[in-house]
């Protein structure tokens, strides 16, 4: 059965500091997400990983993915409050797998 | 384009009841996922729809069924609702071969 697990599961940290959270899953996948969720709200696409090695980024977020490892990050920049919100790592074996998520909280 | 849509936004229903719950893939998209998510936790993949059958389905009781029609459109529906069924029920859809799953606002079901 694949599993995913992610952390942290709860990160509290400063504006302008760096930091990452990690992505592990158990078996081989063809894809791997990056979702984006506000209270209340629904899942927003941030990144789709389809390969070894691959490394994508939007702004001050940025994610890898290794496969050998099954191993992915997302590394944030210089935090803003903005990007308080959970995140959370999906993996697609004919269907989506989502970890528990990481809930970031930026503390201005 | 209006994207993945679904309906009701907000629902409460009697413990014991049964609700159906509906969703409009993204222009294109062939493919409808039903994700359930509880308050603080990851979604929980229920089913996937392709060509009007179910292809996968999660850890879920019988009272779960779903439903895609000829326009790709889909239902969710759960009888005999219980208070653990309240949650936010997530609809994805995607086109078969795509890389990626696009999600609808959910639908938040609450069982009192």
């Known amino acids: 059965e694949l599993k995913v697990e992610q952390n942290p599961l709860f990160l509290s940290m400063q504006e302008g500091k760096n930091y990452t959270i990690y992505c592990n899953y158990s078996?081989?996948?063809?894809?791997l997400y990056w979702y984006r969720q506000d209270p209340g709200k629904s899942l927003e696409s941030l990144f789709v990983?389809?390969?070894?090695?691959a490394v994508k980024q939007e702004g001050r977020l940025m994610a890898s993915l290794d496969t050998k490892a099954r191993l992915s990050t997302l590394h944030i920049t210089a935090a803003v409050h903005d990007l308080s919100a959970t995140y959370f790592c999906?993996?697609?074996?004919?269907?989506?797998?989502f970890g528990k998520g990481t809930r970031l909280h930026i503390l201005p | 384009d209006a994207g993945v849509t679904q309906s009701p936004t907000h629902l409460i229903k009697t413990r014991g009841q049964q609700v159906t719950l509906r969703c409009s893939p993204k222009s294109g998209h062939d493919t409808v996922s039903w994700y359930q998510q509880a308050l603080g936790q990851g979604p929980q993949f229920i089913f996937q729809y392709y060509e009007e059958e179910e292809r996968q389905r999660g850890n879920f009781p019988d009272r779960f069924s779903g439903h895609q029609f000829p326009n790709y459109s889909s239902e969710l529906n759960v009888n005999a609702l219980l208070l653990g069924d309240s949650a936010l029920y997530l609809c994805a859809s995607s086109r078969t071969g795509a890389a990626e799953a696009f999600f609808g606002q959910g639908t938040r079901l609450t069982v009192v």
């Open positions: 999906a993996v697609d074996r004919d269907k989506i797998i």
């Open positions: 078996t081989t996948s063809d894809r």
């Open positions: 990983l389809l390969s070894n090695g």
